[in-house]
C-alpha cells in the first residue's frame, strides 16, 4: 500500500498527464486505486524521461533513480 506521501505526487502527475487511463483508474475500487495510482505515476515519469533525448544520460539516470528510491520506500 503507498505511503500517504506518495498518493498526493502519483495523482498530481496522473492528471497533469490528462490521459485516459489516468482517468480510467480513478474508476478502480479506492482498495486499488493509490496502488495503480502510483504505478501509473513511475511509468508516465519513465516514459517522459525516455523522450527527452537532449538530457544528459546522468540526468535521466539519476531521475530513475530517485523515482526508484521512491518506490521503495
Not at 32 to 45: E, P, Q
Not at 46 to 54: H, K, M, S, T, V
Not at 63 to 70: L, S
Request: glycine share 0%; aromatic share 6%; with cysteine.
Amino acid at each position: 500500500m503507498p505511503t500517504p506521501r506518495r498518493a498526493p505526487l502519483a495523482r498530481q502527475i496522473a492528471r497533469r498527464s490528462k490521459s485516459n487511463l489516468a482517468f480510467a483508474l480513478t474508476a478502480r475500487p479506492r482498495a486499488r486505486r493509490a496502488d495503480m495510482m502510483t504505478f501509473y505515476a513511475f511509468c508516465r515519469v519513465i516514459d517522459d524521461i525516455a523522450d527527452e533525448d537532449d538530457a544528459p544520460k546522468a540526468q535521466r539516470r539519476a531521475v530513475v533513480d530517485t523515482c526508484a528510491r521512491f518506490l521503495h520506500t
